[in-house]
């Protein structure tokens, strides 16, 4: 039972170094999506996709950048990390709508812990 | 976006106590989700509510959704340390899985 795997679980870069935070689920959902978790701020939106080849933005995109080749993966690249992007990553897959209506259940996967010095 | 509004913050409560916190929207809200999260993990899906004034009961959890879908209330039932965590709702209103997720509630309870 993997469900959403997130790799690694934790990770310190120095400011200006980039990096992917690796995503694969197993469950065949078309809807995938990343979210930053901090304090006092609860969990952002930064991208998503609604199946392979098709990505778009969230609520806090800059920075990042993502791409889905196959179903299983969504990736997401820092490309020049700032100590702003320390934070914990999640990401989330989805079976699809929920009676027609906006999204069905997440499944998380545990959080990539991301520190930039 | 809407702008979700959960409180209290923080609660801390005895064990065998009852509690109520609340989730509130700006707008009407198309369904609305509820979430836990213990330390270290993913959130996990607790309900899913839809229609204006639902009633949703999981074990000691009743989750209430307003007549007007505008907000929303759970009340937890003499409460356990395993209930401790972070109580989250999300707007299910975006489509292609765009929740918006509010800032959570802190549950502690102790023993």
């Known amino acids: 039972n993997a469900g959403v795997t997130q790799t690694p679980k934790f990770q310190v870069l120095k400011t200006g170094q980039s990096m992917t935070l690796q995503c694969a689920q197993d469950?065949?959902?078309?809807?995938m999506s990343w979210y930053r978790q901090d304090p006092g701020m609860g969990l952002r939106l930064i991208h998503y996709?609604?199946?392979?080849?098709?990505?778009d933005q969230g609520e806090v995109p800059n920075g990042y950048n993502v791409s889905r080749s196959t179903t299983e993966d969504f990736p997401l690249r820092l490309l020049s990390a700032a100590p702003s992007q320390t934070s914990v990553y999640f990401c989330?897959?989805?079976?699809?709508?929920?009676?027609?209506?906006?999204?069905?259940?997440?499944?998380f996967g545990e959080g990539s812990r991301l520190t930039v010095l | 976006t809407q702008l979700l509004e959960q409180s209290p913050q923080f609660l801390s409560i005895q064990e065998g106590e009852n509690l109520t916190v609340y989730c509130n929207s700006s707008?009407?809200?198309?369904?609305l989700q509820w979430y836990r999260q213990e330390p270290g993990e993913g959130p996990v899906l607790l309900v899913t509510?839809?229609?204006?004034?639902e009633v949703k009961k999981l074990k000691r959890l009743t989750f209430q959704f307003g007549d007007a879908r505008k907000d929303s209330s759970l009340h937890i039932t003499a409460a356990q340390p395993g209930d401790t965590g972070l109580y989250l709702c999300?707007?299910?209103?975006?489509?292609?899985?765009?929740?918006?997720f509010g800032k959570g509630i802190t549950l502690s309870v102790r023993p």
């Open positions: 469950m065949n959902h078309e809807y």
């Open positions: 989330a897959s989805s079976y699809g709508t929920y009676r027609g209506r906006g999204t069905g259940e997440l499944f």
């Open positions: 509510v839809v229609t204006g004034g």
């Open positions: 996709s609604v199946g392979a080849g098709i990505t």
């Open positions: 707008s009407v809200f198309s369904s």
């Open positions: 999300a707007d299910n209103t975006g489509a292609n899985s765009k929740l918006t």
